[in-house]
């Protein structure tokens, strides 16, 4: 069974930074992505970043230039190091990864998420 563990959430004030880690356990084969998403109340998940295995990245629209996600590949760990955060990015953050299994099926995989709270 593969398990996602985030950490680094926490209350921050508008400009602020926060590092999120997330560390991936169990049998993997291999990764095709790892990335983050966020949830804030009564609105739908939505993807924040994702890096595929290889190195390319993709950035919402409104976090490109303050967000930056990264691997560490012989950890399998990712992380999202936010700069100038705003009120706007308060939300539940969750850890994703997209995996091979040793008998060749593809998974999604969740965190349990980790809030982040941007006060004004």
């Known amino acids: 069974q593969v398990q996602l563990v985030e950490s680094g959430g926490g209350l921050v004030q508008a400009g602020g930074s926060l590092r999120l880690s997330c560390a991936a356990s169990?049998?993997?084969?291999?990764?095709?992505?790892m990335g983050w998403h966020r949830q804030a109340p009564g609105k739908q998940r939505e993807l924040v970043a994702v890096?595929?295995?290889?190195?390319?990245?993709n950035y919402a629209e409104s976090v490109k230039g303050r967000f930056t996600i990264s691997r560490d590949h012989a950890k399998n760990m990712v992380y999202l190091q936010m700069n100038s955060l705003k009120p706007e990015d308060t939300a539940v953050y969750y850890c994703?990864?997209?995996?091979?299994?040793?008998?060749?099926?593809?998974?999604?995989?969740w965190g349990q998420g980790t809030q982040v709270t941007v006060s004004s």
């Open positions: 994703s990864l997209n995996m091979r299994t040793w008998s060749g099926r593809i998974l999604n995989v």
């Open positions: 890096i595929i295995t290889g190195g390319t990245t």
């Open positions: 169990g049998s993997i084969f291999s990764i095709n992505d």
